[in-house]
């Protein structure tokens, strides 16, 4: 798979702490981007169950992004990601490293496969395929910005309980 | 961009700028942080981070723009890492990773303690770190140079 965005930061908590913020709370991170929207009734609530990464929509539906391929708590996950409008040779997929480093975990996410959707596809939007990764790239960042908020008050909340 | 951003940026070109994220992050220990690789495989844009900095890792994407292996090891500028700790380390480091050292860990009169080194696409990297205090005064005794300081 080409086509690739590759964005890393890093995140004051351990790894443990920082996938089960990924998996668990992505509810509460999430940030809907309207230029990615996975539906045209999106935005919905982000939630990973059964397997799957998914979106319930205001409409009661449930859309799925994609199948989790790998699921290593505190190393790996990796899960596909398609939007409504993909057809069915149209694949995208998403790993998450999360790889322990002095002050707590380097996170990388890797969203790879963009060459499967062709350039003229809705999903594109028009932009040549840099602007398109790069605009998509900082989604992705601000993204992972969020999960470093959400992963900073688990870790705050658990040194107050052990203080406590 | 969602984040404000203000500040200087040094956007640096290599023939093979994988493989100068490759070495960079083995011999300065820059981290990535951002890489959009298009369809063939190719990096379209890149950034890497060393202390809160950010530097920009790119190809010779248009005439303009070349690496000093194509220009013959010429450059027309440097970057300059301002490291914590010890030079002499991080300079057995960088050659180990394949850095061509120019200049050996040496004091300088304005109390740093620096090295510089080439790249494997002859960039020039100067490392330095403070390893002393020294007035204005004694860097001008000890290098004969007038020093003017917020000279407008």
Same mark, same amino acid.
């Given at each position: ?164 | ?36 690789? *298009? ?48 030079? *002499? ?64």
């Amino acid at each position: 798979m080409s086509s690739k965005i590759l964005v890393a930061l890093r995140i004051a908590a351990p790894p443990e702490t920082v996938f089960d913020a990924f998996t668990d709370d992505i509810a509460l991170w999430w940030r809907p981007n309207s230029l990615f929207s996975f539906t045209p009734r999106s935005p919905g609530v982000m939630a990973f169950e059964d397997g799957r990464l998914v979106e319930r929509l205001p409409t009661g539906k449930v859309f799925e992004v994609g199948r989790v391929r790998a699921w290593e708590r505190g190393a790996r996950l990796v899960f596909g990601w398609r939007q409504a409008a993909f057809t069915p040779e149209m694949d995208t997929e998403v790993e998450v490293r999360f790889e322990a480093v002095e002050e707590g975990t380097r996170v990388t996410v890797e969203h790879r496969g963009w060459d499967s959707v062709p350039a003229p596809h809705v999903a594109r939007h028009g932009f040549p395929d840099h602007l398109f990764l790069q605009r998509h790239g900082e989604w992705w960042r601000t993204l992972l910005a969020g999960l470093a908020g959400r992963a900073n008050s688990i870790q705050l909340g658990t040194a107050g309980e052990r203080d406590a | 961009m969602s984040e404000q951003r203000t500040g200087l940026v040094s956007a640096v070109s290599y023939r093979d700028p994988k493989a100068a994220i490759a070495f960079l992050e083995k011999a300065f220990g820059f981290e990535l942080t951002f890489l959009i690789e *298009d369809a063939e495989g190719n990096l379209a844009h890149s950034q890497m981070s060393y202390a809160g900095s950010t530097i920009m890792i790119g190809n010779e994407w248009s005439e303009n723009h070349a690496s000093p292996a194509s220009l013959a090891g010429k450059t027309t500028q440097t970057v300059h890492i301002y490291i914590p700790g010890d030079v *002499d380390a991080h300079c057995a480091r960088a050659k180990a990773a394949g850095a061509e050292i120019l200049m050996e860990p040496a004091n300088q009169f304005y109390g740093s303690r620096t090295y510089r080194c080439r790249d494997p696409e002859l960039h020039i990297w100067t490392v330095s770190a403070d390893v002393e205090t020294v007035s204005f005064a004694e860097m001008e005794a000890r290098s004969g140079l007038k020093i003017a300081v917020g000279a407008e």
